[in-house]
């Protein structure tokens, strides 16, 4: 079937680290998503490259009264109200022009207009699944919610990235009986395993930062498999840390790790899976830019060499039969 190249885009504003930050602490990189997503659709025009789109429903609303329409019946009973996207309505303005901090519905016309891009869904309100006090049904109502907004925007949604990486089996099923076919699923180590945000720790965090420079957790890199839901499971191999000025003299390394993984996808007929949020990209966006643009040049290198494709998520087929795992690293 050939090798992989996949690119998902966590598109969220401030919805999704609403509960975690504020404009003061954060709005630099929300505000930055305005540079920062035109400049990623010019270099994916350019050099002809599809990524999914994982969007938040809430930004797609045009003004606070559709959105205040669009809101589902049931909404998540969280234990801790501040998980809650609904808290925050009360300091939402009452449209783009407004609040650009909320509301982002012409960066997501700029993504439809840009050819090869697939609108995902991010969940209606950045909805996080595994977290206590919300239910199956409120997770229903909300992608239901997400399914039609994008349907009025005149797209089929397929694809599903779920919020801070949170899901089971059974929301894995709700997706399917909505019709979903793909969604992008954790890499099997101890430290990208789904759990609750409360249960994450500093020593999680640290081999996350660690695994982006030095190989500790092999190549993730998947041959994707029909998940027992029925789904599509477009693992993912790498969150593509943003630059940091403190170690950008450790660059060399960050993208060594991203080349060798790659390589080995194509080398394996395997899937390397991609992915971070363009508020990532927001403060420092023609560092972000320019490091991103290698990567690109290495997949076209490596399609030249190898035949490795380009696909969105919901492009990538699932091979039925094989065991999810990683393909065994084979150096550069």
Not at 227 to 242: A, D, E, I, M, W
Not at 297 to 317: H, I, P, Q, W
Request: proline share 5%; glycine share 8%.
């Amino acid at each position: 079937m050939g090798s992989n190249f996949v690119i998902s885009l966590d598109f969220e504003l401030m919805w999704g680290v609403r509960d975690v930050a504020t404009r003061e602490t954060y709005g630099r990189n929300i505000l930055g998503v305005r540079r920062a997503i035109p400049a990623m659709l010019e270099l994916f025009y350019r050099r002809r490259i599809g990524a999914t789109w994982a969007i938040v429903g809430l930004l797609l609303c045009e003004t606070k009264d559709e959105l205040v329409s669009r809101l589902p019946s049931s909404r998540p009973s969280y234990s801790d109200p501040r998980l809650s996207a609904y808290t925050y309505l009360n300091e939402v303005g009452s449209d783009e022009h407004s609040d650009p901090y909320y509301f982002g519905a012409s960066l997501a016309r700029e993504i439809a207009a840009c050819p090869g891009q697939e609108m995902g869904t991010h969940t209606f309100s950045h909805y996080y699944c595994l977290e206590d006090g919300q239910t199956l049904d409120q997770f229903k109502s909300d992608l239901c919610c997400a399914i039609v907004q994008i349907r009025d925007w005149g797209s089929t949604c397929r694809s599903i990235v779920f919020p801070r990486n949170q899901y089971s089996g059974n929301h894995l099923s709700v997706c399917r009986d909505l019709g979903l076919t793909h969604f992008r699923g954790n890499e099997p180590v101890w430290f990208t395993k789904p759990i609750p945000y409360t249960q994450e720790t500093k020593t999680r965090r640290a081999f996350r930062l660690l695994d982006s420079y030095v190989n500790i957790a092999g190549q993730h890199v998947f041959r994707t498999q029909r998940h027992p839901s029925g789904l599509t499971n477009v693992t993912s191999s790498r969150f593509l840390r943003p630059f940091d000025s403190r170690l950008a003299p450790l660059d060399a390394l960050r993208l060594r790790r991203i080349t060798q993984t790659m390589r080995s996808a194509a080398q394996t007929d395997g899937t390397f899976h991609l992915w971070w949020h363009p508020h990532n990209f927001g403060a420092d966006v023609e560092a972000n830019i320019a490091f991103l643009t290698k990567i690109i040049d290495y997949y076209e290198l490596l399609a030249g060499e190898f035949g490795m494709s380009n696909k969105t998520m919901s492009g990538v087929e699932a091979i039925d039969g094989q065991t999810l795992g990683a393909v065994p690293s084979t150096g550069e």
